[in-house]
């Protein structure tokens, strides 16, 4: 499974910024796909994951501000986001997870940069 992401970039605070992710290759295998983030010198959190029934999760901090979306026939999951805040900086990746009954196979993508900055 390949990940192909864009839509990262610079947005000023309370702008706007949408993520696409797009999965190539075994895609068939895949469970679910979402969105994680790394800031400088924290650990990569979650973001955001929707599964290919449609069921979403985010974490506390981005709800009420980004929507996750997907495509199942195309393999893509969106990321919006909206109302940006600096502490939304951070290299943003993409996700893909193969669910077994005892272990789960993860891809990931290249990393796009998103800054909240004025």
């Known amino acids: 499974v390949q990940l192909q992401a864009s839509g990262g970039g610079l947005v000023q605070p309370g702008g706007s910024l949408r993520l696409s992710c797009a999965a190539s290759?075994?895609?068939?295998?895949?469970?679910?796909m979402g969105w994680y983030r790394q800031a400088p010198g924290k650990q990569r959190e979650l973001v955001a994951t929707r599964t290919n029934g449609g069921s979403t999760n985010y974490a506390d901090s981005v709800k009420g501000r980004f929507t996750i979306s997907g495509d199942n026939a195309k393999m893509t999951v969106y990321l919006q986001m909206n109302s940006l805040e600096p502490e939304d900086t951070a290299v943003y990746y993409c996700?893909?997870?193969?669910?077994?009954?005892?272990?789960?196979?993860?891809?990931w993508g290249q990393g796009t940069q998103v800054t909240v900055s004025s």
């Open positions: 996700n893909a997870r193969e669910l077994y009954a005892r272990y789960q196979n993860d891809y």
């Open positions: 290759g075994n895609v068939w295998s895949i469970n679910l």
